[in-house]
Protein backbone atom coordinates (compact mmCIF):
# COMPACT_ATOMS: atom_id res chain seq x y z
CA UNK A 1 0.00 0.00 0.00
CA UNK A 2 1.23 3.61 -0.72
CA UNK A 3 2.29 6.15 1.79
CA UNK A 4 -0.99 8.21 0.20
CA UNK A 5 -3.32 5.27 0.63
CA UNK A 6 -2.03 4.27 3.99
CA UNK A 7 -5.17 3.40 6.17
CA UNK A 8 -6.27 6.53 8.68
CA UNK A 9 -5.10 5.58 12.62
CA UNK A 10 -6.89 7.02 15.14
CA UNK A 11 -5.36 9.97 17.02
CA UNK A 12 -3.49 11.34 13.45
CA UNK A 13 -5.72 14.13 12.86
CA UNK A 14 -5.47 15.42 16.73
CA UNK A 15 -1.41 15.06 16.11
CA UNK A 16 -1.67 16.69 13.20
CA UNK A 17 -3.92 19.66 14.23
CA UNK A 18 -1.51 19.70 17.47
CA UNK A 19 1.01 20.11 15.25
CA UNK A 20 -0.88 23.00 12.95
CA UNK A 21 -1.41 24.79 16.45
CA UNK A 22 2.35 24.13 17.58
CA UNK A 23 3.68 25.63 14.43
CA UNK A 24 1.27 28.66 14.00
CA UNK A 25 1.52 29.82 17.29
CA UNK A 26 5.75 29.37 17.27
CA UNK A 27 5.76 31.11 13.83
CA UNK A 28 3.79 33.99 14.91
CA UNK A 29 5.66 34.13 17.77
CA UNK A 30 8.78 34.59 15.51
CA UNK A 31 7.41 36.94 13.18
CA UNK A 32 6.19 39.30 15.90
CA UNK A 33 9.88 39.26 17.24
CA UNK A 34 11.68 39.96 14.26
CA UNK A 35 9.09 43.02 13.62
CA UNK A 36 9.53 44.19 17.48
CA UNK A 37 13.26 44.78 16.85
CA UNK A 38 13.04 45.79 13.58
CA UNK A 39 10.84 48.77 14.76
CA UNK A 40 13.26 49.48 17.69
CA UNK A 41 16.06 49.25 15.98
CA UNK A 42 14.17 52.05 13.12
CA UNK A 43 13.92 54.32 15.67
CA UNK A 44 16.92 53.97 17.75
CA UNK A 45 18.95 54.66 14.30
CA UNK A 46 17.14 58.03 13.85
CA UNK A 47 17.76 59.41 17.48
CA UNK A 48 21.24 58.87 18.04
CA UNK A 49 21.59 55.38 19.60
CA UNK A 50 23.52 53.88 16.85
CA UNK A 51 25.72 50.84 18.76
CA UNK A 52 21.52 50.59 20.66
CA UNK A 53 20.64 50.36 17.12
CA UNK A 54 23.15 47.77 15.79
CA UNK A 55 22.30 45.65 18.94
CA UNK A 56 18.45 44.98 18.06
CA UNK A 57 19.45 44.45 14.23
CA UNK A 58 21.40 41.57 15.67
CA UNK A 59 18.48 40.14 17.96
CA UNK A 60 15.57 40.74 14.96
CA UNK A 61 18.68 38.37 12.86
CA UNK A 62 18.56 35.59 15.37
CA UNK A 63 14.82 35.65 15.33
CA UNK A 64 14.87 36.00 11.89
CA UNK A 65 16.47 32.62 11.82
CA UNK A 66 14.25 31.23 14.08
CA UNK A 67 11.20 32.82 11.92
CA UNK A 68 12.79 31.15 8.69
CA UNK A 69 12.71 27.54 10.45
CA UNK A 70 8.94 27.86 10.79
CA UNK A 71 8.11 29.45 7.61
CA UNK A 72 9.56 26.40 6.07
CA UNK A 73 7.61 23.52 8.59
CA UNK A 74 4.87 24.97 7.78
CA UNK A 75 5.46 24.68 3.94
CA UNK A 76 6.45 21.32 4.02
CA UNK A 77 3.25 20.51 5.99
CA UNK A 78 1.02 22.41 3.63
CA UNK A 79 -0.08 24.24 6.45
CA UNK A 80 -0.91 28.05 7.01
CA UNK A 81 -0.06 30.91 9.35
CA UNK A 82 -2.75 32.46 11.46
CA UNK A 83 -5.52 34.44 10.12
CA UNK A 84 -4.06 37.33 12.42
CA UNK A 85 -0.73 37.61 11.13
CA UNK A 86 -1.13 40.83 9.25
CA UNK A 87 -2.36 42.41 13.08
CA UNK A 88 0.15 40.57 14.99
CA UNK A 89 2.80 42.57 11.96
CA UNK A 90 1.16 45.86 12.88
CA UNK A 91 1.21 45.67 16.74
CA UNK A 92 4.67 43.95 16.79
CA UNK A 93 5.61 47.29 14.97
CA UNK A 94 3.88 49.67 16.88
CA UNK A 95 4.92 48.01 20.41
CA UNK A 96 8.94 48.01 18.53
CA UNK A 97 8.19 51.60 17.63
CA UNK A 98 6.64 53.08 21.16
CA UNK A 99 8.71 51.42 23.51
CA UNK A 100 12.11 52.49 21.59
CA UNK A 101 10.28 55.63 21.33
CA UNK A 102 10.07 55.70 25.33
CA UNK A 103 13.69 55.22 25.41
CA UNK A 104 16.60 52.73 26.10
CA UNK A 105 15.29 51.54 29.11
CA UNK A 106 11.60 50.92 27.96
CA UNK A 107 12.75 48.95 24.88
CA UNK A 108 14.70 46.29 26.98
CA UNK A 109 12.10 45.72 29.33
CA UNK A 110 9.77 44.93 26.42
CA UNK A 111 12.73 42.81 25.27
CA UNK A 112 12.77 40.61 28.36
CA UNK A 113 8.95 40.74 29.24
CA UNK A 114 8.36 39.21 25.45
CA UNK A 115 11.01 36.76 25.69
CA UNK A 116 10.07 35.53 29.34
CA UNK A 117 6.72 34.61 27.77
CA UNK A 118 8.27 33.10 24.74
CA UNK A 119 10.66 30.93 26.59
CA UNK A 120 8.17 29.62 29.07
CA UNK A 121 5.99 28.51 25.88
CA UNK A 122 9.09 27.08 24.59
CA UNK A 123 9.72 25.38 28.11
CA UNK A 124 5.98 23.97 27.85
CA UNK A 125 5.85 22.87 24.34
CA UNK A 126 9.45 20.70 24.61
CA UNK A 127 7.87 19.25 27.59
CA UNK A 128 4.39 18.03 25.83
CA UNK A 129 6.46 17.14 22.57
CA UNK A 130 9.48 15.17 23.78
CA UNK A 131 9.09 11.88 23.54
CA UNK A 132 6.72 12.17 20.03
CA UNK A 133 8.88 14.63 18.33
CA UNK A 134 12.59 14.87 19.40
CA UNK A 135 13.60 15.79 17.28
CA UNK A 136 11.48 19.18 16.73
CA UNK A 137 11.53 18.83 20.60
CA UNK A 138 15.65 20.11 20.21
CA UNK A 139 14.81 22.66 17.61
CA UNK A 140 12.19 24.27 19.76
CA UNK A 141 15.07 24.20 22.96
CA UNK A 142 17.61 25.47 20.89
CA UNK A 143 15.20 28.36 20.60
CA UNK A 144 14.42 28.88 23.90
CA UNK A 145 18.06 28.91 24.61
CA UNK A 146 18.18 31.96 21.98
CA UNK A 147 15.41 33.49 23.72
CA UNK A 148 16.96 33.46 26.93
CA UNK A 149 20.05 34.76 25.75
CA UNK A 150 17.98 37.68 24.74
CA UNK A 151 16.28 38.17 27.61
CA UNK A 152 19.44 38.07 29.90
CA UNK A 153 21.42 40.61 28.12
CA UNK A 154 17.66 42.89 28.04
CA UNK A 155 18.79 42.34 31.91
CA UNK A 156 21.87 43.33 31.96
CA UNK A 157 21.03 46.38 29.97
CA UNK A 158 18.31 47.69 32.43
CA UNK A 159 20.32 47.23 34.85
CA UNK A 160 23.60 48.88 33.91
CA UNK A 161 20.68 52.08 33.29
CA UNK A 162 19.67 52.22 36.28
CA UNK A 163 23.12 52.20 37.55
CA UNK A 164 23.44 55.23 35.38
CA UNK A 165 20.67 57.07 36.30
CA UNK A 166 19.91 59.07 39.89
CA UNK A 167 17.31 57.60 42.22
CA UNK A 168 14.14 57.88 41.31
CA UNK A 169 10.61 57.93 43.11
CA UNK A 170 9.20 54.15 43.21
CA UNK A 171 6.30 55.07 41.12
CA UNK A 172 8.68 55.04 38.02
CA UNK A 173 9.64 51.51 39.20
CA UNK A 174 5.56 50.37 39.38
CA UNK A 175 5.52 52.32 35.88
CA UNK A 176 8.08 49.52 34.32
CA UNK A 177 6.95 47.09 35.97
CA UNK A 178 3.07 47.80 34.59
CA UNK A 179 4.85 48.01 31.09
CA UNK A 180 6.11 44.75 31.74
CA UNK A 181 2.87 43.26 32.74
CA UNK A 182 0.81 44.89 29.95
CA UNK A 183 3.12 43.54 27.33
CA UNK A 184 3.22 40.20 28.78
CA UNK A 185 -0.80 40.37 28.89
CA UNK A 186 -0.68 40.92 25.46
CA UNK A 187 2.12 38.13 24.72
CA UNK A 188 -0.21 35.62 26.31
CA UNK A 189 -3.34 36.77 24.92
CA UNK A 190 -1.70 36.65 21.63
CA UNK A 191 -0.58 32.90 21.99
CA UNK A 192 -3.61 31.73 22.82
CA UNK A 193 -5.57 33.29 19.59
CA UNK A 194 -3.12 32.27 17.40
CA UNK A 195 -3.36 28.64 18.74
CA UNK A 196 -6.97 28.63 18.11
CA UNK A 197 -7.15 30.62 14.33
Same mark, same amino acid.
Given at each position: MSESQAPF?????? =??SRLHALLRVDHAGELAAV @??? %??? &? &??? =?? #?GHKALSSDFVRMQG $? $??? @?? *??? $????RQHNL?? #??? /?????? !? +????? +?? /?ALMGPKAAHICTQAVESVIEAHYADQVASIADENPELAADLSQFRED??? @? %? &??? %?????? *?LNREPARPSVIGLGDTLLAEFIKMGCRAAI???? !??
Open positions: LPGQGQ =AH @HIY %QAQ &A &AVF =AQ #T $E $EQV @HL *DYF $EKRLSP #TIM /TPIWRL !A +ALGLG +AG /TELG @H %Q &AHA %QDEIES *DKISE !AI
